[in-house]
C-alpha cells in the first residue's frame, strides 16, 4: 500500500526541530534579525503613513523591507534545509553546515531566489500561473542547498520534484501559511497590547522586534516540516541521490 505523502511528516519534523533547537533557534534569529530591523526602522519612519500610504507616491524607502526579505530569506530557508538534511542523514549538525549551505552559497542563493520572484511577479496578470508556478518553483532554494544547481536549472529541478505532487505541496504551503499567521498573531498581539498599554511609542520598535523573532523561532517548525517534504521527494528525483534509503 502506498503511503500518504504526509505520513509521518509532522512528528518527523517535530523530532528534528527539539533535537536541533538550539541550532535552528540561532539561525532563525540571526537571519530574520536584519529583516525585523528594517521594517521596525520603516513603520516608525515618516515615510510610512497608514493614513495616505501608496507605493506610487511614496519614497524608494518602502521598498526596504521587501529587500531585506529577498536578501536574507533564502539563506535562511537554506540553512534550514541543510541542518534538517544532516540529521535525517543520521548526522550531527553544526553551525558550519549552515553555514556552508547559506553563507558560502548566497550569490547563487539570492539569484535563484531572484528568478523564482520574477516568475511569479512577470505572470501575475495571468492569475492562475503564478499560483502554478509558486508552488512548481517554491524548492528552488531548497535545491540549491543541497546541490549544485542554482537559477533556472534549480527551477527547473524544483518542478520535477513537484511533478504528480503539486497539490499536496500546495496544500502543505497553503497549512504552513495558516499556520504561521496564528502563531504570528497570538505572539504578536499580547506583545503589542503590552506596548500600547505602557503608552510609550518607544517601546513599539523593541516589541515589534521581539515578537518578529519569537515567531520566526516558533514557525521555523514549517520550515522543517517543508524541508523533510522537499528532501522526500528529491531523493527520488533524477537528479537527487536517495540520501535516505
Do not use: C
Request: proline share 5%; aromatic share 16%.
Amino acid at each position: 500500500m502506498r503511503r500518504s505523502v504526509f505520513s509521518g511528516l509532522f512528528e518527523r519534523a517535530f523530532e528534528v526541530y527539539l533535537k536541533n533547537f538550539k541550532l535552528l533557534a540561532f539561525v532563525s534569529a540571526l537571519t530574520y534579525l536584519p529583516q525585523t530591523l528594517v521594517t521596525a526602522f520603516f513603520l516608525e519612519s515618516e515615510a510610512f503613513d497608514i493614513t495616505s500610504f501608496s507605493f506610487e507616491n511614496s519614497p524608494p524607502v518602502i521598498y526596504a523591507p521587501l529587500i531585506a526579505m529577498i536578501i536574507f530569506r533564502p539563506l535562511f530557508i537554506s540553512a534550514s534545509t541543510a541542518i534538517t538534511f544532516k540529521h535525517l542523514s543520521g548526522q550531527k549538525p553544526k553551525l558550519a553546515d549552515a553555514l556552508d549551505a547559506s553563507l558560502m552559497k548566497w550569490g547563487k542563493l539570492l539569484l535563484t531566489y531572484l528568478f523564482y520572484m520574477t516568475a511569479i511577479f512577470a505572470t501575475l496578470p495571468l492569475i492562475v500561473v503564478p499560483i502554478y508556478l509558486s508552488v512548481s518553483f517554491a524548492f528552488a532554494v531548497r535545491v540549491t542547498a543541497v546541490s549544485d544547481d542554482w537559477g533556472p536549472r534549480a527551477l527547473f529541478v524544483s518542478r520535477g520534484v513537484t511533478k504528480g505532487r503539486w497539490f499536496s505541496a500546495m496544500l502543505l504551503f497553503v497549512l504552513a501559511h495558516i499556520s504561521f499567521f496564528f502563531i504570528s498573531q497570538a505572539i504578536a498581539v499580547p506583545l503589542s497590547v503590552l506596548g500600547v498599554a505602557f503608552n510609550e511609542s518607544v517601546i513599539m520598535a523593541p516589541v515589534r522586534i521581539i515578537a518578529a523573532i519569537a515567531v520566526a523561532v516558533v514557525t521555523t517548525y514549517f520550515e522543517v516540516v517543508i524541508a523533510i517534504y522537499f528532501l522526500r521527494n528529491y531523493e527520488t528525483h533524477p537528479d537527487g541521490g536517495g540520501y535516505f534509503e
